[in-house]
Structure formats: structure tokens, C-alpha cells
Nanobody
Framework: QVQLVESGGGLVQAGGSLRLSCAAS????????MGWYRQAPGNQRELVAR???????HFGDFVKGRFTISRDSAKNTVYLQMNSLKPEDTAVYYC????????????WGQGTLVTVSS
């Protein structure tokens, strides 16, 4: 099994920055995708950003260059740097781990709240 521990959420003013971290532990398959999703009240969960074990990245359309995602493979940790935050970025952010090739189960973190005040 894989466990995910998220950190870095909190309250920030509009225009500010936050960095989220997600550390994975357990039976991690080498070929995987890790990423961040978010869910605001009344909305569906949506992709923020994801990065493969090979370094390929993909972002939600709303990001528009404001966020970057990176990973430290030695630490099995993925980072989401969020800049130019807007009140509409307020949501619970969830880390996600998905092994490729059918090797294991997809795992979600417990979520970390990001609140952007206007």
C-alpha cells in the first residue's frame, strides 16, 4: 500500500503564493503519476496539475502559468508551487498517486485546505 502525506495549505491573500508538498511512502511503483486535484464546495473535483515519473506535466486550463509542479524522486515527494493566487482558487487540494501499467491501486491524500482571501 501507498500512503500520502500532504502539507502546506493555509490562508493567503489574493496575489500571494503557497507551496504544497505531498510525500509518498510504502510500495511505490517506479512508473507512476502524482498530482494535485482540488474540490471547492458544490463543485466537482478537478485536476490542478500532475507529473509523471518521467517528468511529463499536465495542468488544468485554469492554471494559466500560475502554478508549477515538480517532484523529487529520491524523496518520493511532489510539490505544487502556486503563485498569483485568486479567491477562486480556494478549495481543498488533494494529492493523488496513480501507478502505471496496472501495478497497484490509485491513492488519494486526506486533503489540505487552501483559502485565498480577497
Amino acid at each position: 500500500q501507498v500512503q500520502l502525506v500532504e502539507s502546506g495549505g493555509g490562508l493567503v491573500q489574493a496575489g500571494g503564493s503557497l507551496r504544497l508538498s505531498c510525500a509518498a511512502s510504502g510500495s511505490i511503483f517506479s512508473y507512476n503519476i502524482m498530482g494535485w486535484y482540488r474540490q471547492a464546495p458544490g463543485n466537482q473535483r478537478e485536476l490542478v496539475a500532475r507529473i509523471s515519473s518521467g517528468g511529463a506535466t499536465h495542468f488544468g486550463d485554469f492554471v494559466k502559468g500560475r502554478f508549477t509542479i515538480s517532484r523529487d524522486s529520491a524523496k518520493n515527494t511532489v510539490y505544487l508551487q502556486m503563485n498569483s493566487l485568486k479567491p477562486e482558487d480556494t478549495a481543498v487540494y488533494y494529492c493523488n498517486y496513480r501507478p502505471l501499467g496496472g501495478s497497484g491501486l490509485e491513492v488519494w491524500g486526506q486533503g489540505t485546505l487552501v483559502t485565498v482571501s480577497s
